[in-house]
């Protein structure tokens, strides 16, 4: 992942660490030392942040594990400041599916608390250092099982779309559509995230940052639902294109600027004797002006490995192929025929269309 550190991987799964997160440790570093903190403390206060996200990266694992029996594979696991991520491929649809993976996250918290508490009481800790509390090898222990019961119950607010809002969602989806049960998770969430920003604005700025993640989460998600459900019944060839800018492939690259400023095309289908033998992009158009020049070949710059689909593919699942594989074009085949292409825009304007005649 661009801008992470790869930390390694289990049962396919890659960990990341975005580099923003490497500013949180400068950060305790810097206000440790312009305090006078003592080079001991801010060590324990470094072990102590480095030992939370290793327990929500086990949290972002269970998510990713739970998923996983159920058919559904991870992305990578990414580490930022303000907690982790498991991107999953897609979510369950099944409400039953949903709530196991969205509590397997929080459960394991929840584990990590119980069996540092017996631990600590076996050990015959002594609660006296609570009265003036300082990390240390003694209390290290205490707080990171505090920790991991704060972040489970955190977790479960039902704010969506964190964990407690995905629990609201599945179990509103055993009485309603899962599109509404999503719009009232998502509209709970926003509101629990405006109040996270106030709440920060006067307290603490990391709150601010949570906040905002979780009121523009809760609305990307209500409109990914939405343009899924918009989607179902529908295939591919639903929203062909069957009328699309072409390009020889031995023609100068001019001949593709020219189209490109001429027109509103953005994405061209190279053919060598009518047949299509890949796509140009306008990022590819752009690119070889600076790398190459004008006179060159299309065939130099195109991409030879565009994406194919079948015709009768249901148009959600061409959907995720496209974004999986980053591709705002892809060549629809009919057998072996080439009929036409599909673009991300054009499934954009087919969504809105539908959502119309809906109203």
Request: net charge neutral; glycine share 8%; aromatic share 10%.
């Amino acid at each position: 992942m661009k801008f992470s550190l790869y930390l390694g991987k289990y049962r396919g799964i890659k960990v990341f660490i975005h580099w923003t997160f490497s500013l949180l440790l400068l950060w305790i570093i810097i206000a440790n030392t312009q305090s006078g903190t003592p080079l001991a403390d801010t060590g324990w206060t470094l072990l102590f942040i480095l030992l939370i996200f290793l327990c929500v990266i086990l949290h972002e694992f269970g998510h990713a594990l739970t998923a996983q029996k159920y058919g559904i594979q991870t992305k990578d696991i990414i580490l930022l400041p303000i907690g982790g991520l498991a991107r999953l491929e897609k979510l369950p649809e099944d409400p039953k599916e949903e709530l196991k993976v969205a509590l397997a996250g929080p459960l394991v918290n929840l584990v990590i608390f119980l069996l540092l508490s017996i631990i600590l009481y076996f050990t015959g800790i002594n609660f006296n250092f609570l009265e003036s509390p300082k990390l240390d090898g003694s209390s290290i222990w205490l707080f990171l099982a505090s920790a991991n019961f704060f972040l489970a119950v955190f977790n479960l607010l039902p704010a969506f779309p964190m964990d407690g809002g995905r629990v609201l969602r599945a179990v509103l989806s055993f009485k309603m559509s899962r599109v509404k049960a999503t719009e009232i998770a998502g509209g709970i969430g926003q509101v629990m995230a405006i109040l996270f920003v106030f709440f920060g604005l006067f307290n603490n700025p990391i709150l601010v940052l949570i906040g905002i993640f979780i009121f523009l989460g809760a609305q990307a998600e209500v409109n990914q639902t939405k343009q899924h459900s918009f989607l179902e019944g529908f295939n591919v060839g639903d929203a062909l294109m069957s009328k699309f800018p072409i390009l020889a492939y031995d023609a100068p690259l001019q001949k593709a600027v020219d189209k490109l400023l001429d027109g509103q095309a953005t994405h061209f289908v190279v053919v060598r004797e009518d047949s299509p033998i890949g796509t140009l992009s306008r990022e590819g158009i752009i690119l070889g002006l600076q790398e190459q020049h004008a006179l060159i070949s299309i065939e130099k710059v195109t991409d030879k490995n565009p994406l194919k689909l079948e015709m009768h593919l249901p148009l959600e699942e061409a959907l995720k192929k496209m974004a999986a594989e980053n591709k705002k074009l892809a060549l629809v085949y009919e057998g072996n025929h080439f009929i036409g292409i599909l673009d991300q825009e054009n499934i954009s304007e087919f969504i809105m269309v539908k959502n119309a005649l809906v109203r």
